[in-house]
């Protein structure tokens, strides 16, 4: 009797702690560590390699992130991959499946993982956007057939290893990639943070340190450069994922296949030419960054004087400041409310206005589609040359540069 209940002991004490016995901190210690490795198989399987094609994985290591994401996510390879390369074609469209400028901010914070699961629906997207992603028999008879039995073996081995607080890990687990990739990555990744680059669309970076959403925080980075496999492009900034795969490339397990070009300058040409345009043309967005960093720092210049002459907190400092703020952007980024104010600043300022005019005429070298390179060669050698007669150094300098540059 006494064996007998020593064995019953055993299992109650068994089904309520699991076998493992863990402690609290052992318990998180666990969480924290396998809610990483879903997200370090989310943007460096799912994302960097499988949408974006930015690397290749041995088969091992692709093999292994696949079982990960089926045991601890149920999502399915082709889904995720149609849905989020649709994401990039239609970006901020309507027919963007997860985008908070045309659907809420609060919609895709929420709603966030609603959104993606109606879209995995849409076997049009899948059909188009899928190309590419594993189909073999393991693929078609396993992950796609029995997606939620992963994450139902998954509940098993929680509550085998911990007991009833595994019900609990499993639900973090469950709700990690929904909360941080579904809703924040989608929803605040196109709403609020920093831009270094001025992106075809309203993508921002939330934090310099992408660390707890695996460098998926530098969203602004990435769709700025979506075939680049590393995301990070600052001195401080911080990209974990980009981590990883380099330690990968290292041990020969995957292969990068690009990342963001870095303008070099290498000896200034007499006159910009053919192959001035291509390196203009490939760091657009480098040089467009510090196009807008001269105008920033002209207009800081200006409030500064405005203050030495006593014009401090007046409607005329107040304009400024905006320019400062919203000047850099390309005009469809800029807020209709504010461009009356804006109009106001570059008539009051004749330097920022020509700043301004300049930057729309340089961008036209790459947004126009219906011109030829060797026109574009001419009206790159007139922009540089009325660069160099403004009078503005700025200018005059970053003329120079572009003459320096090399792709």
């Known amino acids: ?48 390699a499988q949408a974006h094609r930015a690397l290749d994985l041995h088969p091992a290591v692709s093999h292994f992130f696949r079982f990960w994401l089926w045991l601890t996510t149920g999502m399915v390879t082709r889904e995720w991959v149609a849905i989020h390369r649709k994401h990039h074609a239609k970006c901020e469209t309507e027919e963007d499946p997860h985008s908070p400028q045309t659907r809420g901010i609060k919609t895709v914070l929420l709603q966030g993982a609603e959104l993606y699961r109606a879209e995995s629906k849409n076997m049009e997207t899948i059909s188009k956007f899928s190309h590419g992603t594993p189909d073999d028999w393991i693929e ?3 992950y796609t057939r029995y997606s939620w039995q992963g994450v139902g073996l998954m509940l098993l081995i929680n509550l085998t290893l911990f007991g009833a607080i595994g019900a609990a890990v499993w639900a973090v687990q469950m709700l990690w990639i929904p909360i941080n990739a579904a809703g924040i990555i989608n929803g605040l990744g196109h709403w609020w943070g920093y831009r270094n680059f001025e992106a075809p669309d ?3 970076n939330i934090s310099p340190w992408g660390v707890m959403i695996g460098g998926e925080e530098l969203h602004n980075n990435h769709h700025t450069y979506p075939t680049s496999a590393k995301f990070s492009v600052k001195p401080y900034e911080f990209d974990i994922g980009w981590v990883y795969i380099s330690l990968l490339s290292k041990l020969g397990l995957a292969t990068v296949r690009k990342t963001a070009p870095e303008l070099k300058l290498g000896a200034i040409r007499p006159v910009a030419d053919g192959k001035t345009l291509e390196a203009v043309i490939a760091n657009r967005y480098e040089l467009m960054a510090k196009y807008g960093r001269e105008m920033r720092r002209h207009c800081r210049a200006e409030l500064k004087r405005l203050k030495a002459d006593g014009h401090q907190n ?28 804006l109009q106001s600043a570059r008539a009051e300022h004749p330097v920022l206005d020509k700043f301004l005019t300049m930057r729309e005429e340089l961008r036209q070298l790459w947004t126009r589609t219906n011109v030829s390179a060797e026109q574009l060669v001419i009206d790159l050698q007139a922009w540089c040359k009325k660069a160099e007669e403004s009078g503005v150094a700025a200018l005059q300098e970053f003329s120079l540069k572009l003459r320096a540059a090399h792709a």
């Open 140 to 142: 078609r008879n396993l």
């Open 202 to 204: 309203a993508s921002t």
């Open 314 to 341: 007046t409607p005329k400092w107040a304009r400024l400041t905006l320019a400062k703020r919203w000047a850099h952007r390309d005009d469809d980024r800029i807020p209709n409310d504010v461009r009356p104010q």
């Open 1 to 48: 009797m006494d064996s007998l209940m020593t064995v019953f002991d055993a299992m109650v004490n068994g089904l309520a702690h699991g076998v493992l016995a863990a402690s609290w901190w052992q318990v998180l210690l666990f969480t924290l560590v396998v809610t990483h490795i879903t997200i370090a198989a989310v943007t460096i399987y799912l994302h960097r």
